[in-house]
């Protein structure tokens, strides 16, 4: 009995470490190839072919061997190298190695959980071998350890999508995944003792080697349900950031109330087009700077901000001096879903949602996205959506997608890059799209912009760009078609 207890155990575990490292694989890979199309179908690729070759050996091991010993040195050997992964990324991203942009998570991934998914995909058929008493049992015992195996599968992915992840750093969770294998390991090794000792020697210096000072003085960071949020201070620039992943998503100066990041200064142009906007919705908090401008700038306006991540909400207040209580609506979910509901008018509509540099949320940047955001502006209201990309080049193909994509949909458009003088760079491009009116050229635009009264307008307003797509067929993306990964692919290959 308790030597079932202890294989059935073995299985659930095992089942449940495989589907935590499987979500974590997207948070580790996540800073250096986003979270796309692209690295989900590698991680999920890499994990299903490392099981397959695991189930394979495993089955062949079970006929030549079956022994419990020999199960959990497989599982203990799991663990030592799921302890190595952090190390083994570091030494990835250190080495320089820059494989094509689509392919970078297929290799990252392989090379961090390929080969601890085998040895976990090892412990399912040959723990079967070892759980049947006789010949005849064997179908009944496959489909009970397998079933096991399932439901840990299932436990794993709950735990680490609704526990682990919100409360313990990814880093902080792999190195527990390897304990846990490791304890597991050792129900069933004979030398307890010295294995103990192999692990620890290997696992905790690994793991306080990562309790290193980082770059700069970091004041908090944490894993929210969606990004890994780092707040820390540049001691050279004087100034505070937000760090999503590893996308700077703005943040300010601590002796000055410049705008640290250009781009955030274009979308004062959308104000100019509007000059006395009675409601403004901000798509995307981050530190609170389009937000803290909103409602600074017309301070009796209606003001809403939704936000996926409520988690970025305290952090905005705590570190970045965004005053709640100056926000009429504070929404914390898919803007895509929650305007769906809403009867809302809005003059002014700011999209600041795409924070990561290698990804954007496919279902903010369709036709049918932005026919939302047109049917929740009043008759002269305007969008200011910003996007990375190039203007011209190589690297432009997802910035003409988008533009020719807002333009399926908005008559009057505007393109305000932060790097006028460099079309072929990658950088923040303002698209401003008005739901009515008259297309101005870009020398009308700045005259009206200057106008205004407002010094940012007036800075920024020289940008604009004439005929900014001169290709004859770029992609409408659709919700049917949105290949943004093949899009953003060639802005970072």
Request: charged share 15%; proline share 5%.
């Amino acid at each position: 009995m308790l030597g079932s207890l202890r294989i059935y155990s073995i299985v659930f575990f095992s089942g449940a470490c495989v589907m935590v490292l499987e979500i974590l694989a997207s948070r580790v890979i996540a800073p250096y190839y986003g979270t796309g199309l692209f690295v989900w179908s590698s991680i999920i690729s890499v994990i299903l072919a490392s099981l397959s070759i695991g189930y394979y050996i495993g089955g062949r091991m079970a006929d030549y061997k079956p022994s419990i010993q020999f199960l959990c040195y497989a599982l203990f050997l799991a663990g030592l190298l799921t302890a190595l992964s952090p190390l083994l990324k570091d030494a990835y991203v250190l080495s320089g190695i820059r494989p094509e942009f689509k392919y970078g998570g297929l290799v990252l991934s392989a090379l961090l959980f390929a080969l601890p998914s085998l040895l976990l995909g090892f412990v399912a058929p040959y723990s079967v071998r070892i759980a049947a008493r006789s010949i005849k049992h064997v179908g009944g015992t496959a489909g009970s350890l397998y079933a096991v195996s399932t439901v840990g599968s299932i436990a794993g992915t709950l735990a680490a999508g609704f526990w682990l992840i919100p409360s313990y750093g990814v880093t902080s969770i792999i190195y527990g995944v390897s304990l846990v294998l490791v304890l597991l390991s050792l129900t069933g090794i004979k030398r307890k003792t010295l294995f103990a000792f192999v692990s620890a020697i290997v696992i905790i210096p690994l793991a306080l080697s990562f309790l290193a000072p980082p770059e700069y003085p970091v004041l908090f960071v944490t894993d929210s349900e969606y990004y890994k949020i780092t707040v820390y201070e540049d001691p050279g620039e004087l100034s505070r950031r937000m760090k999503l992943d590893a996308s700077r998503a703005g943040g300010v100066y601590l002796n000055s109330d410049h705008h640290l990041c250009d781009y955030s200064e274009i979308t004062h142009l959308a104000y100019a087009l509007n000059p006395e906007p009675e409601r403004i919705l901000v798509i995307g908090l981050g530190p609170g700077t389009q937000t803290k401008d909103a409602y600074t700038m017309f301070p009796n306006a209606r003001v809403d901000v939704i936000e996926i991540d409520g988690a970025q909400v305290g952090v905005a207040e705590e570190y970045f001096g965004l005053d709640k209580s100056k926000v009429s609506s504070l929404q914390a979910g898919d803007a895509r879903a929650l305007l769906s509901t809403s009867k809302e008018k809005y003059d002014v509509i700011i999209v600041d949602a795409f924070v990561s540099k290698f990804s954007v949320p496919y279902h903010l940047i369709t036709k049918e996205f932005i026919q939302v955001l047109s049917s929740h502006l009043t008759e002269d209201g305007v969008v200011c959506v910003n996007v990375i990309s190039a203007v011209e080049g190589g690297r432009s193909p997802f910035f003409k997608s988008a533009y020719a994509t807002y333009s399926s949909v908005f008559p009057v458009l505007y393109v305000v890059p932060s790097q006028s003088w460099a079309p072929e760079f990658i950088q923040n491009i303002m698209i401003l799209a008005k739901k009515n009116g008259e297309q101005l050229s870009c020398t009308q635009f700045a005259e009206l912009a200057k106008s205004s009264g407002d010094e940012l307008a007036a800075k920024w307003a020289d940008s604009c760009i004439d005929e900014p797509v001169k290709d004859q067929h770029p992609i409408i993306l659709t919700d049917d078609y949105v290949p943004v990964d093949s899009l953003l692919a060639t802005v970072y290959q």
